[in-house]
């Protein structure tokens, strides 16, 4: 179990800013997700931790010994790769053997912690079947047992579910979290899927091009995005253009179309500003002491276990969420419609993109 | 921590690992010391004129009409009579000097080259006939290289008594007159005929990468027939036709075994390569500054039609859009006007040019073959002679050790600069992977030459020292010749089988605790063996019929020559049998099946490719 700490992290290929100065903390035993777009840096984030790449500028940490320049092999911080690189000419049982033969063992106990990793990850019997002979998601899980037989001060996941099927995926999301609560190690895990990692982790740190963007808990990332990029990016929601009309302290008078939306929370200086709403944060019946928007109904789209209508507020469309079907009778196509916000689920939020 | 700013920008890796550094400094330090700095040596012989920088030798070679010629003289075509009175047109070639002709021939021998080997990779690749495979394994004679023995058949074929002329003229009665084909006519022809196969190969994958949902969009918008080929088909094979093309520009450019066979005839001489060689073997122990720029002149145009050939490819490198779905090989049966084609064109076509190799093999079994259409007699007494002639066998046994020993330096050097080159990227990559394809554009006979300054004047009076006649011993010469001119084709072999295996899997050892030295013996290389081990086959082949380096430098002393020198001196002396050449031949020839069979049954690979990209 290791605390790995990251500072001031650069990386550069060629032209390109891959990263713009990353600081990140993650703490024992936790389950820490960098979470993002393709491109925004976080696998390359991972490879610097794993030894695989080095960084132009910064310093890494694994508690508090520096290991920035240290070669992969020497640093202990085993990689679960996406394509799970197993080796083809090995056996299943020579390639969850390997880490444990470089570091010399006695053949016994080689013997025994390759039982014990393939029971962990439920492959008893499978030693001496070739990589090929594997379905994906039995590949998958020798490239894990691979990884955590070693016992690595750090285990890293570079979107392990990526090439499995949807069904598989959530299976294998349920074991790596079970693994990993029974190991007590410090997992590092890498997706673009933010379900999942809000499924799987402690913290989420959600990146950027090249840059973290916020750091939290799943809850606190979903429910109190600090940005734009972040709220906009964790699942469906309502991004709408607008600006602050009125100052008075921390309270806000904000302006889109024709709507004023008084003693809201915001505290930045820019003007120019979002207003983000979950959809499933407004209601289409009456509640007390709420925002109230009168508009007309563009579409009702049915989901099975939710229903969402979308309405229009000028020129602004906004989604409401339900799962009551009692809420859409009524509504038809082109009607008119009432949204009720209740103002903590408002957030403002400096226009960013 | 070891980091080293001089190891991230070379080698482009911050830390600084020994195995690295010996992967990039070896095979380039290899190939600075063994072919940048030879042909350098040449450079400054060429250029010097009275112990002075000078262009004499370039002026004076470029303003002779014996290298330059405008215009050209004599007749493309002689009426004579043979001794019975018949006429017989004589085609030799017309003579721009030395230096154009070599360009006219390479030139020809190229376009021919090309049209028949596109036109026989295309039915190939497109066809479905009746007797295919057969075709397909026919196709696969023409490879088997001869050095000589080839060319001396095919002067046989076009001499007036010979096969062309027995089929056309006396068979067939559709020649009104006899031809003979010889000098730089024949020299045309009998590059032409060994070639093709080079521009077959290239093209023949060419056409099968090419990915049909490409075509069948084209004719799902209404394009079909010629004009699909001609808009969609041949432009995206053009690269590969192209590649082929520039290898027989540059095999034509520095052959000798056409010249010397068609030696008989003053108008073959007037080549480049014949002119260095014959201006090295009578000028012996003098170090000539005509030769050496000649020999530059010979380079430059070699690395020309290679660059040019280089940037055109890399231009094009068309990457195929197939994601996935299924690869339907665009396969049709001919109409009747095609099958016509294919049956009365090409299959007579491609009969004729696989003769060369039946031709070897029955001179290697027959008493004599002077003014007849075929060989005559029976007798083992030649392939005898090869096996039980202590002198024949020491020459064989030469050429044995000498292509095994520089088997050994370039699987070494393909590994290393394959993993150097396709594992980091440093400055010195670039650098790295135009050396090591390099060799090919080199004319043999330049790199003889190279050899022959720079060893004679670093190792002066030594064993090395080609000058000094009694004592030179070509072991160490020849050896590394053969490794540097054939290191081409097993680089490109390793480093195609380091493309497909992903690096994740070696970054994987490595993150595991392996070391680098672990992770390229116990991850890479038993990964990559295949390719290693049909490299390795496949410069064998070529180290054993080598010939330029072989019949300069290697027949300075005979106790040491290779079978290729033997070959020559049988060929070039009157008294010399030729069947014995085409029992060496024929050994030859088994050699190389065997390889390839070998290759072919372990590696799984169809064929052995002679490319340049």
Redesign the interface.
Known sequence: MVEVKLENIVKTFGETVALKGIDLHIKHGELFTLLGPSGCGKSTTLRII???D?PDKGRIFFDDQEV???????R????V???Y?L???MTVYDNIA??LK??KLPKEEIERKVKWALQLVKLEGFEDRYPTQLSGGQQQRVAIA??IV?EPKLLLLDEPLSNLDAKLRLEMRSEIRRIQRELGITVLYVTHDQEEAMAISDRIAVMNVGTVEQVGTPREIYEKPKTEFVASFMGKTNVIPAKVVERHGDKVTVEFEHFRLEGLTYTDKSDKVVIVIRPERISLHPIENAVKLEGKVDLIEYYGFFIEVVGMFGETRIIARTISDKDVMGLRPQGPVTFYINKDDILVLPKQL | MKVSKWSEKLFGTPLFEPLVSFSYLFPLLYIVVFLIIPVLAMLAVAFSHGGHFSLYWFKSILTSSYYVQFPPQGDFAVRTATATGETVYLIRGIDFGVVINSLVVAALVTLLASLMGTIFAFIMARYEFRGKNFFRIVLFIPLLVTPFVNAYVIKKMFLDTGLINYIFYELLHILPFRIKIDGLAGVVLAQAMTYYPIVYLNAYASFINIDPTLEEQAENLGSKGFHLFRTVTFPLALPGIAAGATLVFIFSLEDLAAPIVFQGDPLAKKLMSYQIFSKFLYGLGERSPEIAALSIIMLTLAVLAFLGIRKYVSLRQYAMLSKGGRWKPRVSKPRAWQAAIIYVVLLPLLLFTIFPQIGVVLLAFSKQWSVTVMPQGFTTEYVKQMLFNPDVRRYIINSLMYSAAAVVLIVLLSVTSSYATSRFKGILTPVLESLVIIPIAVPGIVVAMGYFYFFSQIFPNTPLDPTNIFNFNPAFVLILAYSIRRLPFSARSVYAGLQQVHVSLEEASMNLGAGRWKTVTGILLPLISLNVFGGAMLSFVYSMSETSVGITLGSLNMQYAPITAFMKDIMMSAAGSAQLAAALGVLLITVQILSIVLVNIITKQRYAFIGLT
């Open positions: 794993a030894g695989l080095f920035t320049y240290l070669s992969s092999s020497e202990g911080a085993v990689l790769f996406q394509n690189a080796w083809p000419h390997y880490g470089i570091r691979r990884a070693v």
